[in-house]
């Protein structure tokens, strides 16, 4: 599916998005968590993952990318949202996880997982509420 908005689209369209590995690892790249991913994992990852990507209209330019990973039941993880710093300030980041947790038909009424460090306010606009239980995580080096 499409949506456009101003001079931006927003596609969930998988194989388009499988076109553009590339551009996305390379926009992952600029992200604190994804900065040291190889293109490979990165192509692993979106393989196995549901996909979203904002593009410019006029020059088809990657400029926004988020995916989820889920069971399609219980719970969905999401993760890697990331726009591109020249395009933050317009809203794109509100849109992309506006679309996901409130239009996404797959996800509806499962529960919804993600880490963040520096977007707390951003999420919590969308029901994502700061864990108060224990979590725990296996790091692999």
Do not use: P
């Amino acid at each position: 599916m499409l949506q456009y908005f101003n001079e931006f689209y927003m596609t969930d369209d998988q194989t388009i998005i499988r076109n553009k590995c590339h551009d996305i690892h390379e926009l992952l790249k600029k992200a604190y968590w994804a900065k040291d991913r190889s293109e490979l994992a990165t192509q692993k990852a979106i393989s196995h993952s549901l996909n979203y990507a904002i593009f410019e209209v006029n020059s088809e330019r990657l400029v926004g990318f988020a995916r989820v990973i889920t069971d399609y039941s219980t719970v969905y993880y999401l993760s890697d949202v990331y726009i591109d710093e020249e395009f933050r300030g317009k809203g794109l980041g509100k849109k992309i996880v506006e679309w996901i947790v409130l239009h996404e038909d797959k996800l509806s009424g499962i529960n919804g997982l993600l880490k963040t460090k520096d977007a707390v306010n951003l999420y919590k606009k969308y029901g994502f509420e700061e864990c108060k239980v224990v979590c725990m995580v296996r790091v692999n080096d």
